[in-house]
Every structure is written in structure tokens, then in C-alpha cells.
């Protein structure tokens, strides 16, 4: 069973920048992605980016594209999101997960425990 240990999140001030890291405990790469998703206190979890296999195609949700990068370190077994410019609207618990396609929540199986990232000044 692969597990997924999110690290990273903290409190920082708008414009702000935080690395956020997921380490798998094995190769979770195998055949589908690896995504980033978020869930902010009464709302529903949703997508933030993903990066697949292979070809390392990436995905960003509209409120992620030119903010934030994912990326990976196959030899860490670990997957990256950068993220800059931080809005309030980003405070969130930041999970990482496993074994699905792009940003569709459905089909991810694998999650980590969560990493808290907020945003105030």
C-alpha cells in the first residue's frame, strides 16, 4: 500500500511563497498521476495540479495557472507544488494523492494526510 506524506505548509502574508513536498513510499507513479488538491473550511475538495508519468504532462486548475508549479524527483519518490504570488483565497489544507488522471477527484485512491497552507497578513 503506498503512502503519501505531505510537508510544507505554513502561514506566510499575501504575495507570499511556499514549496509544498509529497513523498510516496514507494513509486507511485505507475501508470496514472500524481495531483495536488485542496479544501478550504465549508467548501469542497478541489483540484489544484497534477503531473502524470511518462511525459511529466502537468495540469493546473484556472486559480493555480502562473502561481503555482508541480513538479516531480522520481529518484525522491517525492512531487513538488511551488507556489508564489499566495492569495488569501488560497488558505486551505493542501492533500496529495495518488493513482488518478489530471485533476478529476473521482478517481484518485491514494491520499496523504494533509499539509495546512494560510494566507493572512
Known amino acids: 500500500q503506498v503512502q503519501l506524506v505531505e510537508s510544507g505548509g505554513d502561514s506566510v502574508q499575501p504575495g507570499g511563497s511556499l514549496r509544498l513536498s509529497c513523498v510516496a513510499s514507494e513509486n507511485a507513479y505507475s501508470g496514472n498521476c500524481m495531483g495536488w488538491f485542496r479544501q478550504a473550511p465549508g467548501n469542497q475538495r478541489e483540484g489544484v495540479a497534477a503531473i502524470c508519468r511518462g511525459n511529466g504532462a502537468r495540469v493546473y486548475a484556472d486559480s493555480a495557472k502562473g502561481r503555482f508549479t508541480v513538479s516531480q524527483d522520481n529518484a525522491k519518490n517525492t512531487v513538488y507544488l511551488q507556489m508564489n504570488n499566495l492569495k488569501p483565497e488560497d488558505t486551505a489544507m493542501y492533500y496529495c494523492?495518488?493513482?488518478?488522471?489530471?485533476?478529476?477527484?473521482?478517481?484518485?485512491?491514494?491520499w496523504g494526510q494533509g499539509t495546512q497552507v494560510t494566507v493572512s497578513s
Open positions: 494523492a495518488a493513482g488518478g488522471f489530471g485533476l478529476d477527484i473521482r478517481t484518485y485512491t491514494i
